[in-house]
């Protein structure tokens, strides 16, 4: 069994501070770990993913994460916030046993750019 | 190319019409899923067509009728829908077998049942 927990369904951030959007899993397998972001009444766009390998991933639009066994934690961050990063974020854990394509998805988090 | 179309991008429809959703990829991927997103909540999966063949049904209503005619295409036929269908309508795909699996989203068809 497999869960994700967004812990913010809202942040706000002014325009050129850090980004942070928290990510909580739970797996019973070594899972897979997806950020996705959704533009307003557009669809999924992948940002990173971790697969395993490297524990910090970086992703399109200068955002990274960090894969954190100890904590089961995959956070979202970015360094410096800009006003086309205002949408909707997914965390997203897949069971990697073989065969098993579902993903979960976070409930998600509504990032807010002010200006 | 990472590309996954998907058309009509709106559509309107009555209780009693039938209507049909498409999604086209070509990045050879053997997976293909449609999933349903309700505003504010995040993507259900409803199907899911590996090497074109259903192999995941999330015991959805039979008005809704997929379709995977070749390894690129995908369809979702719609019959008698209900106002509470209305959905943004996401189709993905990503490759099958052992591999990591990462599903590419289409741009999704708004519909509104009337």
């Known amino acids: 069994a497999q869960s994700v927990t967004q812990l913010d369904s809202h942040v706000s951030v002014s325009e050129g501070t850090p980004v942070l959007l928290r990510c909580n899993y739970s797996s019973s397998y070594s899972p897979s770990l997806f950020w996705y972001v959704q533009h307003p009444n557009k669809g999924l766009q992948l940002l990173l993913k971790?697969?395993?390998?490297?524990?910090l991933v970086k992703g399109i639009n200068g955002f990274e994460a960090e894969f954190k066994k100890s904590e089961t934690s995959f956070h979202l961050t970015k360094p410096s916030a800009h006003m086309s990063d205002a949408a909707e974020y997914f965390c997203v854990v897949r069971g990697s046993n073989f065969g098993n394509e579902k993903l979960t998805f976070g409930t998600g988090t509504r990032l807010t750019i002010i200006p | 190319d990472t590309e996954v179309t998907q058309t009509p991008k709106h559509l309107v429809m009555g209780m009693t019409n039938k209507k049909s959703l498409k999604c086209e990829q070509h990045m050879g991927h053997r997976a293909m899923y449609w999933y349903k997103q309700k505003a504010k909540k995040p993507p259900e999966l409803m199907f899911v067509?590996?090497?074109?063949?259903?192999?995941i049904n999330e015991s959805v209503p039979s008005r809704f009728s997929p379709e995977c005619p070749n390894s690129s295409l995908l369809n979702l036929h719609l019959h008698a829908l209900q106002p509470e269908d209305s959905a943004l309508y996401l189709c993905?795909?990503?490759?099958?077998?052992?591999?990591?699996?990462?599903?590419?989203f289409g741009p999704g068809t708004r519909l509104l049942v009337l």
């Open positions: 971790y697969t395993s390998a490297a524990t």
């Open positions: 067509y590996s090497y074109e063949k259903l192999s």
């Open positions: 993905a795909s990503s490759q099958e077998g052992r591999t990591i699996g990462t599903q590419y």
